[in-house]
């Protein structure tokens, strides 16, 4: 079974840049998360979705930050602009069912000059 | 604030060592969730626990909750250079709604 796809796996942009990161989930899990991770500290989740629709975006910075997953399977998630304190792993994940354990990708690392 | 607490930060211990890992939370957890991560990557699954009591073994890690749900604890028996890494618990909470959360992560250094 195919996991978590995540591209690209590293980023290196100049601040007030625009940046996006493409997921694409196990085939048939219908939630799929995104995560930020800062160095040293735990993944903060961002958006969670379930097939195209938003479930929890109460921590996605809205003013600058956007994701989409239009056709319910793979997903994008934008920042516009970036900050330095954008700085971190973007994490995406999928579950079968939003109650039941999360398989994640590989990480987007994403470095703000 | 850090919604769920990990202890310890870090760990170094010599190649076939016992360790202990815990998590805690001051609220009642529907769900916790233990991953192991390498620097850089993304987040293995390890383990999931439900139910207050609740204890599982998968090679020589072995997980439990306890009865309030609000604790649980990562023993790696003999441990072994494989096992380094950042060991993360995750949990599912609700004030309301569900919610993942995830705790700092222990860092795990084994020397040979």
């Known amino acids: 079974e195919a996991g978590v796809a995540q591209s690209p796996r590293y980023k290196i942009i100049e601040k007030r840049q625009s940046v996006a990161f493409w997921c694409n989930p196990i085939?048939?899990?219908?939630?799929l998360y995104w995560y930020q991770q800062i160095l040293g500290q735990g993944p903060k989740l961002l958006i969670q979705?379930?097939?195209?629709?938003?479930?929890?975006d109460s921590q996605l910075p809205k003013d600058r930050f956007s994701a989409e997953r239009l056709k319910g399977v793979d997903s994008t998630l934008k920042i516009q602009p970036a900050k330095l304190e954008d700085s971190a792993v973007y994490l995406c994940?999928?579950?079968?069912?939003?109650?039941?354990?999360?398989?994640f990708g590989p990480g987007t690392r994403l470095t703000v000059l | 604030s850090q919604e769920l607490e990990q202890s310890p930060q870090s760990l170094i211990v010599q190649e076939g060592k016992n360790l202990t890992i815990n998590c805690t939370s001051s609220?009642?957890?529907?769900?916790l969730y233990w991953y192991k991560q390498k620097y850089g990557e993304g987040l293995i699954f390890l383990m999931m626990?439900?139910?207050?009591?609740e204890e599982k073994s998968h090679e020589k890690i072995t997980a439990k909750l306890d009865e309030k749900k609000q604790q649980s604890s990562l023993h790696i028996t003999a441990s072994q250079p494989s096992h380094a890494g950042i060991y993360l618990c995750?949990?599912?909470?609700?004030?309301?709604?569900?919610?993942?959360?995830f705790g700092t992560g222990t860092r795990l250094k084994v020397l040979a």
């Open positions: 994940a999928s579950s079968s069912l939003s109650l039941n354990e999360q398989f």
């Open positions: 085939s048939g899990h219908a939630t």
């Open positions: 609220k009642t957890l529907y769900g």
């Open positions: 979705f379930q097939n195209n629709g938003v479930v929890d």
């Open positions: 626990l439900q139910k207050g009591g």
């Open positions: 995750g949990a599912l909470t609700t004030s309301g709604t569900y919610k993942y959360i």
